[in-house]
């Protein structure tokens, strides 16, 4: 791997945002470039850096692919909007849920995930928007290393794969915090002026909801996947944890309703504690925490019968679960 | 229901053992009696009364399905050959692997081992000792219970589910703890001198670590199930929860070994606060024995790369999963 790694030690932030101002302003020239936004701190910083070295040469775009938190879409535009940006939003839920249809497994899911993103909708929006020839994008250092030590294919990191965005897609990719791990990218998003729930925000995966539903991803089970994560967000917020999550699983496991047996759905949640997601260790969260967890998810997200704690260690664990 | 419950605070050991004797003398007369002995609390409390009341006349079978923990077979039958009693082995392992192959919804699967059990295994030993016309059954109260409230299809309970045993199968049931609850069958067990490794023994179920695989049943995946079962057991032993199990689930998951991707295999813990398994809360283990668990069960166990640990209460979970 050629590409050298900034440590948090080593990082000078406003140097560092001075130098990649410069450097995207040098590569576009007069031309124009966009970005697809996805409100996480590492697409949130790479847009703040293009806004800073292009204005208006860069067009952000927000997509939303069915696959976010719940009222993530709104909340980022407005976000942004605040800091004196505009986001166009581009509603392709149906596309993303018609490629994942029948698909169960996870890196068959990421492709498609990959597929319909940048050929299917952000290929045509870079078809329409004829002049914009670059693309900025929030690869970190970790996604490369990850990718190139073939744990995870990440679907940002197309370059590292070999794939020539040029010539098969008709941009050129530019990724600002290549050489950044989590815990600096949040400095440098804090330095860039960005809100506090950007630039503390938990890492969300790229396939978004996608990558916490076991098997086949359908509306519905987004639908029961996205209100157990809203609750483990709400309960788990304050724990100050590195990331925490709601995984849905395919297995059916036997719980009782009323007298009843009622043969339900799982939700696994996991909190970790991590500096980079290179490592990680279950947070250990007070029992009365995760009794209310499980109390409120079987409550209220219809379907759910049992709900079980992650106490394993990345590795073997990995952070997210497909 | 009919069956008359006798609570704890009601029970009189002594004078239950000396009824139940009486009762089990006075049904098989001159006869002679057959039953299966699982080691657990329930069928070696009925197997000592059985024993007292007809000596001989008794015959106790130890069937081994394949689907025991580590070693059981050996261990029942020399515990109860140190109390005078001979317990005969039979090894139907193939056919129960057989009976099972391609099965995975859950009710089909104890019915295929409640069926090969009673007619293809037990079944055939009763022809076999033609003389014996009587079974001996360690039916509880709360079995009888889930049965009628539908919450799960025990296999002891025939008789509660319509099936008349006498005219199918040839013998008649006797069922003398079947007013009693898991807390009252320890008192009485330890009144008749089984040792505490039997009267405090942890419940088991019917199928078995059958019962603890999310999905086809096969001895790979029997044999996973029973090495995370041996690692619980061993750290669990000294909590003095009332069951502690391992669950192999089907759902892969993403896992790293090595610094490489490893789609492995999830096994998640259970630990119940109980007294007689018809309500239950996890127990509040400390996070170093979870710690311990999760890294004993992906180093000892091949191919396990995540661990979670049950946070759900029953209802609306129930203590097993399937």
Known sequence: MEIKEIKLEELDPEKFIEEKVKEIASIVGEGMAINALSGGVDSSTVTMLGHRALGDRLKTYFIENGLMREGEAQKVAST???????????????????????IRDPEEKREAITRT????????IVMKEREARFLLQGTNYTDVEET?????????????LGIDTQEQYGYKVIEPIIQLRKDSVRVVARNLGLPETIYNRIPFPGPALAARVIGEVTPERIEVVRKATKIVEEELAETGAFQFLAILHEDKVTGVREGKRDFGLQIEVRCWDSVDATTG????????????????????????VSVTYNITKKPPSTIEAI
Do not use: C, S
């Open 148 to 160: 190139v030590a073939g744990i995870k294919r990440q679907h940002n990191v197309l370059k590292q």
């Open 80 to 102: 942004f909007r605040e800091l004196g940006l505009q986001v166009k939003l581009v509603d392709a839920r149906d596309r993303f849920f018609e490629a994942l249809k029948g």
């Open 117 to 124: 993103f940048y050929r299917d909708v952000f290929g045509k």
């Open 281 to 304: 260790t279950p947070t250990k969260l007070p029992y009365e925490k995760l009794e209310k967890l499980a109390q409120r998810i079987t409550t209220e997200v219809p379907g759910v």
